[in-house]
C-alpha cells in the first residue's frame, strides 16, 4: 500500500520560512518522480514544484527563487524549502508521486498516480 505523508505546515508571517517534508512508503522511491502541490480555497490544484529520479528539478514561475525541492533516496523523503513567503502563498500542500515517468518533471495533477492528504501553509500579512 502506498502512503505518502506530508509535514512541515503552519502559520508564518509574510517574509518567513517553513519546511515541507513527505515521507513515502510502500513503493520504490529511487525509481519515481515526486512533486509538490497546492490549493487555496476556491481555486484548483497547482504545480509548485517537482524533482525527478536524478534529481532535475522544475518550479512555477510564481515560486522560482524562493522554494527549493530536494530528495533523499536513501530516507524516501521530498522535502520544500519555502522562504520569502507571501500571503498568497497560504494554501494546503499536497506531495505527489509519478511513477510512470521517473525521469521527468511534468506538471499537470493528472499525471501524478499517488497523494498526500496534504498539510496547512498559512502565511499572514
Known amino acids: 500500500q502506498v502512503q505518502l505523508v506530508e509535514s512541515g505546515g503552519g502559520s508564518v508571517q509574510a517574509g518567513g520560512s517553513l519546511r515541507l517534508s513527505c515521507t513515502a512508503s510502500g513503493l520504490t522511491f529511487s525509481s519515481i518522480a515526486m512533486g509538490w502541490f497546492r490549493q487555496a480555497p476556491g481555486n484548483e490544484r497547482e504545480f509548485v514544484a517537482g524533482?525527478?529520479?536524478?534529481?532535475?528539478?522544475a518550479y512555477a514561475d510564481s515560486v522560482k527563487g524562493r522554494f527549493t525541492i530536494s530528495r533523499d533516496n536513501a530516507k524516501n523523503t521530498v522535502g520544500l524549502e519555502m522562504h520569502s513567503l507571501k500571503p498568497e502563498d497560504t494554501a494546503v500542500y499536497y506531495c505527489a508521486a509519478d511513477r510512470r515517468r521517473p525521469y521527468s518533471v511534468v506538471v499537470p495533477t493528472t499525471a501524478y498516480d499517488y497523494w498526500g492528504q496534504g498539510t496547512q501553509v498559512t502565511v499572514s500579512a
Open positions: 524533482i525527478a529520479w536524478g534529481g532535475n528539478s
